[in-house]
């Protein structure tokens, strides 16, 4: 009974990018997955499913590739943070760590200090 079998919905950050995109659309694109993957981070830190754990590092991987193509800084920095959170959401705590250092904004830097002290040792 194919025919009635509905295809498993693709996930956001598996779906291509179509032609170049600007820096507005980057940073909509990497907030959007990063909400879509918040879930799959949290079932991937609490628990070694490697099918959760799999989803989460191409949803991160893939907003981490989409980041380094925007120019502009404070939307660059504001789209990292947001992978940072995923980050720390999969317990992922030493690609948060990396990623923290790539922020330039002072004022972001020290707000993921605030909300995460263990990337700051």
């Not at 949290?42 to 590092?57: C, K, L, P």
């Amino acid at each position: 009974m194919k025919w009635f079998a509905r295809p498993a919905p693709a996930d956001i950050w598996d779906e291509p990018i179509q032609g170049p995109i600007g820096d507005i659309e980057a940073a909509d694109r990497i907030r959007n997955i990063c909400q879509a993957a918040r879930a799959i981070a949290e079932a991937a830190g609490s628990s070694a499913q490697t099918g959760t754990r799999g989803r989460y590092e191409r949803a991160a991987r893939v907003a981490m590739e989409i980041a380094m193509k925007i120019s502009d800084d404070l939307m660059r920095d504001d789209a990292v943070r947001r992978i940072v959170d995923l980050c720390m959401k999969a317990d992922d705590i030493k690609t948060a760590q990396i990623l923290s250092r790539a922020i330039q904004a002072g004022w972001i830097r020290e707000a993921v200090q605030q909300d995460y002290p263990v990337l700051s040792q």
